[in-house]
């Protein structure tokens, strides 16, 4: 029987987790979330958890009041996330808060050799050539959750590394495939969070009507698979149902294919390599007829125009890019900025960042630091 923790657990990939540890019988040894301490103390009764943390320190009262009676040892702020991170006696440790804030506790786990199984992306992003190269030297496994990196994955097994030619990484196209410029000057936030496939967080459902996610997820595939950018190619799938594929030396290309369905990586990722019942519908191919592909439209979409552009310069460009994401994404769905707004000021930072090596963690928090000052500013300027 495996024992994990989480690290999110209240969201969008945390509570699906907890569904399949639960099918699984996979022990909870510690569960994290920001603010949302009643369901946290639900999950915490549910699962027999003996840490939980709540990192919004103004909300513990509310998580003691919640459990009292119970042992659990509760705790807060990146301290409280850092110190699940390094648990003793767990198999793996769930990544799956959203934003940088998930740097430090994956950097943690590695330095306590403890494996990851990683939805946060934005982490690979900003500090993902610490994150591999400290992985690699720690001997920790990263096994991926977001879909497309765990259908890389699966491509992967059972084959030679060094015999790649190079990958798909299939893009549903968001919500706004086919529009332009001109039609998306007065996007609203329901609109913009109305994605086709799936059901997610509001951050990557924005970042995902922007195609800031696959530009997030090009920088995560470089990192998680060693790969250069020119062997990246991404195609626009409105199904998603090739979660995406791998192209060998031999012209041969190996795709993974199921239903849109987080849980499907998810266990994947906890159970890796057995493949048990998974909680989800199987695929019809003859249900869905026709599978479509297409080139994406870089001049539409700024985001994916910049992290590609970041993406081969490496450095602290990516946490840069990330940084003014986070915080331009933020002020939209506050309604502070327009939607085009996000892909301005993204290139905006970009374009105002000197580049330096990723040398530290140092290094990369001050980079996400002045990148999210710089869009702050920029958000200030833009809304008066
Ligand atoms: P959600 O917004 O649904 O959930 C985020 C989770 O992180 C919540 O549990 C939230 O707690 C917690 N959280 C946020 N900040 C902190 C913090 N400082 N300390 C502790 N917990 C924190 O996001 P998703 O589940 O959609 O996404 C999570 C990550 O997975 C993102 O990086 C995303 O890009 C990636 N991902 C998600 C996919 C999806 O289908 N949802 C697919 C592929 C990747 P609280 O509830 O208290 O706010
Ligand atoms: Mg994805």
């Not at 030679?160 to 299939?170: D, F, M, P, S």
């Not at 849109?260 to 266990?267: E, G, L, T």
């Amino acid at each position: 029987m495996q024992t994990i923790s989480i690290l999110g657990s209240t969201g969008s990939i945390g509570t699906q987790s907890l569904e399949v540890a639960k099918k699984h019988n996979i022990r909870i040894k510690a569960l994290a979330a920001h603010s949302n301490a009643k369901l946290l103390a639900e999950q915490v009764r549910q699962t027999g958890a003996e840490y939980a943390c709540i990192y919004n320190e103004e909300k513990l009262p509310e998580l003691e009041e919640a459990l009292n009676g119970c042992d659990t040892k509760l705790l807060t702020g990146m301290e409280g996330l850092k110190e699940i991170a390094a648990l003793d006696g767990v198999d793996k440790l769930l990544n799956s808060v959203v934003g940088m804030v998930g740097l430090e506790p994956t950097l943690t786990a590695i330095e306590a050799g403890v494996d990851i199984a990683l939805a946060n992306k934005e982490t690979l992003v900003a500090g993902g050539e610490l994150v591999m190269k400290r992985a690699a030297e720690k001997g920790v496994h990263i096994y991926p959750v977001d879909s497309e990196h765990s259908a890389i994955f699966q491509c992967l097994q059972g084959n030679k590394a060094e015999q790649v030619r190079g990958i798909i990484l299939t893009a549903s196209g968001g919500p706004f495939y086919g529009k332009t410029k001109v039609d998306l000057k007065d996007v609203t936030v329901e609109q913009a969070l109305d994605h086709p496939n799936w059901s997610m967080g509001s951050k990557i459902t924005i970042d995902s009507s922007t195609l800031m996610n696959k530009g997030l997820e090009f920088i995560e595939a470089m990192r998680l698979f060693d790969l250069r950018p020119e062997q990246i190619e991404i195609v626009v799938h409105r199904q998603s149902v090739v979660h995406s594929a791998v192209c060998y030396n031999d012209s041969s290309v190996i795709a993974q294919m199921g239903v849109p369905d987080m849980k499907i990586p998810i266990q994947y990722a906890l159970l890796y390599p057995d493949r048990f019942e998974c909680p989800t519908r199987p695929l019809s191919l003859t249900d869905y007829g026709t599978l479509t592909f297409a080139k994406p439209d870089f001049d539409t979409f700024d985001c994916l125009t910049a992290c590609i552009k970041a993406a081969g310069e490496g450095g602290i460009l990516p946490a840069a890019v990330n940084g003014a994401n986070e915080v331009a994404v933020r002020a939209f769905l506050d309604g502070r900025i327009k939607f085009l707004q996000i892909g301005e000021i993204v290139t905006h930072v970009l374009g105002n960042t000197e580049n330096r090596p990723q040398d530290s963690l140092e290094t990369v928090l001050a980079a996400d630091r002045a990148a999210r000052d710089f869009a702050e500013r920029e958000i200030e300027r833009l809304s008066n």
